[in-house]
């Protein structure tokens, strides 16, 4: 099932950013996603990730549109460095009391999908 959004070309790059904020909170992260200057397509999926997806928001007026856990400024890529860093799920909650443990798995998610949908083209 693909899915469109239009935006006017004036609006460029703010624009774009609006409706793909749109489509994530409407739909959750897409599995593809094609612009071709004034529509964006995109393809759904439903999973079991979906409850995850919702701890994540992806807003252009939140951390200039960076993936945050909801309701906070905490970016998911914060989150991701300091597990690389050697930090435990006890450090994080420690350091951030407004997360909890559901808020970090959700934030390995979203960067797992991310990572799973991306692809390198040769050009």
């Known amino acids: 099932k693909v899915l469109g959004a239009h935006f006017r070309l004036e609006e460029d ?3 774009y950013l609006h409706v793909f904020w749109q489509i ?3 739909h959750g992260i897409p599995v593809s996603l094609y612009c071709d200057g004034h529509t964006i397509f995109f393809s759904p999926k439903k999973d079991k990730l979906r ?6 928001e992806v807003n252009p007026t939140v951390m200039l549109g ?7 400024r905490i970016p998911v890529e ?11 799920v006890e450090d994080l ?4 009391p407004h997360l ?14 991310t990572l799973a949908c991306e692809e390198t083209v040769a050009i």
Request: proline share 2%; charged share 25%.
């Open 93 to 96: 909650l420690d350091a951030y």
């Open 13 to 15: 790059l703010i624009g």
């Open 24 to 26: 994530v909170q409407n």
């Open 51 to 56: 409850g995850f997806m919702g701890r994540i």
């Open 100 to 113: 909890c443990k559901e808020d970090i798995q959700a934030a390995l998610a979203y960067a797992a999908r």
């Open 66 to 72: 960076k993936p945050v856990i909801r309701g906070t």
């Open 78 to 88: 914060l989150i991701l460095r300091k597990l690389g860093e050697g930090a435990t």
